[in-house]
């Protein structure tokens, strides 16, 4: 096989088994890890408050990172 088949067959594997993640995807994951970590340590709704606005702000970046 050529391997530009050999290729898009690992390419297809690895989308259809969810292992390949876009730039974008990784930064949204990331995100909502540590803005999971920051609520859990936050002892009011004032920080819980901040901590979504935080991760807003993040996932826009993370959309705009292209």
């Avoid at 909502?32 to 991760?55: N, S, T």
Wanted: aromatic residues 4%; positive net charge; glycine residues 4%.
């Amino acid at each position: 096989m050529s391997r530009v088949v050999i290729a898009s067959l690992a390419l297809a594997v690895c989308l259809m088994a969810g292992g390949c993640k876009s730039q974008v995807e990784k930064c949204m994951e990331t995100t909502k890890q540590r803005y999971e970590r920051e609520v859990a340590a936050c002892k009011d709704d004032a920080c819980k408050a901040q901590a979504a606005k935080d991760m807003s702000d993040w996932m826009e970046a993370c959309r705009s990172a292209k």
